[in-house]
């Protein structure tokens, strides 16, 4: 009973060759390919190079400005996800160069943007009417739909991260964009405003939390820095993470963007984690010292201000020489507030 039907090849063949015309698909015949035992994906573990990176925008420099590049990027392309402007299936990754004397134009869009300062000695962005000067290893957000600008009134070049969520917003085609029309939007705040009214574990009376980014603009490296270095002392160390911090809006205690999960994390000379697989592919930013990554046994070592990418459930292990420090992103919100969000930490 319920056994009969055994039909020989040619005969399902043809049945699915005939029903394709009518936009049916047999899901008996894809299924083991779309509802897998594992995270399956063709995004592949890779490593950029920084100098590498910044001396080909360098290069561009030479035959385009900020302002009619309108921003002047070049995207860390996932090998495995050729053609598509990702650097996971969820994110995207790029490194901006603002030359001296140089604006990229006010605009705005639904994609939320993160920035990580690789090299600067003044330059700024402004985002809802407040700017920021930007230094090395500060984490600064652009949240969804606040017109942003970035300058560079010093005299040297500035480059920094961008991590966005362009494929989440692409994959649920809710993206608006528009240009302001002017090169920098009107400065409503005095700088330092967000961090004075936020970043102090303060929070003005009566405030209410009206949108799901954080009302932090920049988080300073200094202070992530020296919290970390504070803890260092006090053998906290997590023997899959070193010391690691997230970075969170201090209205709910949650993730400081609703799409990307940011965290800074400290590992100190001689440390080797244990092996780790987490459902969120992240990028990792190296900040200070260096080491190396083993993914799935293969080793990407990596200095200040190279980028490596993990793909989601590979087996990540770090190793470190000397004091490290690394910055890192994901989609980890995403997946957590979906209740997708799996780890697992190997070698019990
Ligand atoms: O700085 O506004 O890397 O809109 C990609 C899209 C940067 C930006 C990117 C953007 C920006």
């Given at each position: 009973?319920?056994s009969?039907?055994?039909a020989?090849t040619?005969?399902?063949?043809?049945?699915?060759q005939e029903?394709e015309p009518e936009n049916l698909?047999a899901?008996?015949?894809v299924?083991?390919g779309i509802?897998?035992?594992?995270?399956k994906?063709p995004?592949?573990a890779?490593?950029w190079?920084?100098?590498?990176?910044r001396?080909?925008l360098m290069?561009?420099?030479?035959?385009?400005?900020?302002?009619?590049a309108e921003r002047?990027?070049?995207i860390l392309?996932?090998?495995?996800?050729?053609?598509?402007s990702?650097v996971?299936?969820s994110l995207?990754?790029?490194?901006?160069?603002?030359?001296?004397?140089?604006?990229?134009?006010a605009?705005?869009h639904?994609?939320?943007?993160?920035r990580?300062?690789?090299?600067?000695?003044?330059?700024h962005?402004?985002?809802g009417?407040?700017?920021t000067?930007?230094?090395?290893?500060?984490?600064?957000?652009?949240?969804?739909w606040?017109?942003h600008d970035?300058?560079?009134?010093?005299?040297?070049?500035?480059?920094?991260?961008?991590?966005?969520?362009?494929?989440?917003?692409q994959?649920?085609?809710?993206s608006f964009?528009?240009a302001?029309?002017e090169?920098?939007?009107?400065?409503s705040?005095?700088?330092?405003?967000?961090?004075a009214?936020?970043?102090t574990?303060m929070?003005?009376v009566?405030?209410e939390?009206?949108t799901?980014?954080?009302?932090?603009?920049?988080y300073?490296y200094?202070?992530?820095?020296e919290a970390?270095?504070?803890?260092?002392?006090?053998?906290d160390?997590d023997?899959?993470h070193?010391?690691?911090?997230?970075?969170?809006?201090?209205?709910?205690?949650?993730w400081?963007?609703?799409t990307?999960?940011t965290?800074?994390?400290?590992?100190?000379?001689?440390?080797?984690?244990?092996?780790?697989r987490s459902?969120?592919?992240?990028?990792?930013?190296g900040?200070e010292?260096?080491?190396?990554?083993?993914i799935?046994?293969?080793?990407?070592t990596w200095?200040p201000?190279d980028?490596?990418?993990?793909p989601?459930?590979?087996e990540?292990?770090?190793?470190?020489?000397?004091?490290?420090?690394l910055?890192?992103?994901?989609?980890?919100p995403?997946q957590?507030?979906?209740?997708?969000?799996?780890?697992?930490?190997?070698?019990?």
């Open positions: 009973m319920g009969q039907p055994s020989d040619a005969t399902r063949d043809a049945f699915y029903i698909r899901l008996w015949s299924m083991a509802i897998t035992p594992e995270p994906s995004c592949v890779f490593k190079t920084y100098e590498a990176v001396a080909r290069e561009a420099a030479e035959f385009i400005t900020a302002k009619e002047r990027v070049l392309e996932n090998p495995g996800l050729k053609g598509t990702k996971t299936t995207y990754c790029g490194v901006q160069l603002v030359m001296p004397g140089e604006v990229a134009p605009h705005r639904s994609q939320s943007a993160l990580f300062v690789l090299e600067a000695k003044g330059g962005t402004a985002v009417g407040e700017k000067e930007m230094h090395f290893g500060d984490f600064i957000i652009t949240p969804n606040e017109w970035h300058g560079n009134t010093s005299d040297t070049p500035v480059l920094w991260l961008d991590g966005l969520d362009i494929p989440i917003v994959f649920l085609d809710a964009a528009e302001l029309g090169d920098e939007q009107p400065l705040k005095p700088e330092g405003d967000s961090l009214r936020f970043g574990n929070l003005p009566g405030f939390k009206t799901p980014t954080s009302p932090v603009f920049n300073p200094e202070r992530s820095r970390l270095e504070s803890l260092r002392a006090r053998d160390w023997p899959w070193g010391l690691k911090m997230r970075y969170v809006n201090p209205l709910d205690g949650g400081a963007m609703p990307i999960g965290c800074l994390q400290l590992l100190p000379k001689g440390f080797v984690t244990r092996p780790y459902t969120d592919a992240t990028v990792f930013v900040v010292g260096c080491g190396s990554i083993r799935d046994g293969e080793s990407f200095a201000r980028v490596v990418v993990v989601s459930w590979r990540v292990v770090h190793e470190v020489a000397e004091d490290a420090v910055f890192s992103y994901s989609d980890r995403v957590e507030k979906l209740g997708l969000w799996r780890e697992r930490r190997g070698n019990q």
